[in-house]
């Protein structure tokens, strides 16, 4: 049996729209993102240990965790967003993607973070049934 391919990547972020501080964060690239967090207690090295366990292959793009207070700079989510698309487009064709996502972020311009990172990664994967 072949294995499967998942590529995944993340930007976790709880925003409060009433602290009018726009705030920059912390990133953690390709495998780095596997080195620093396996046998760890995050919600990565709980991925990465699923993955380990049922024999998938991980593909890692960005993790990426913008300190919790305003909403985050434009600059600073595309620059994680951006390449979690490129790594995707890059591992194509695989079985699937997989993203930590908060569930509470906003960006400058985005008042929901997560929807606007699950569009942009259908635009890229396509609307066709995995795999892909």
């Known amino acids: 049996m072949e294995k499967i391919r998942l590529v995944g990547g993340g930007i976790e972020h709880e925003s409060n729209?009433?602290?009018t501080q726009f705030i920059k964060g912390k990133v953690l690239n390709g495998q780095d993102s596997i080195k620093l967090n396996k046998g760890k207690r995050t919600n990565l090295a709980g991925m990465i240990d699923v993955c380990e366990r049922e024999n998938v292959e991980l593909i890692p793009t960005v993790y990426g965790w913008p300190d919790s207070k305003g909403r985050v700079l434009n600059e600073s989510y595309y620059s994680l967003l951006n390449p979690i698309l490129e790594g995707i487009e890059k591992a194509m064709p695989?079985?699937?993607?997989?993203?930590l996502l908060?569930?509470?972020g906003a960006?400058?311009?985005?008042d929901d973070l997560e929807g606007h990172v699950l569009e942009q990664v259908r635009k890229v994967t396509g609307d066709k049934r995995w795999p892909c």
């Open 102 to 104: 908060h569930g509470g």
């Open 94 to 99: 695989v079985d699937g993607v997989l993203l």
């Open 107 to 110: 960006t400058e311009d985005e």
């Open 17 to 19: 729209t009433f602290i």
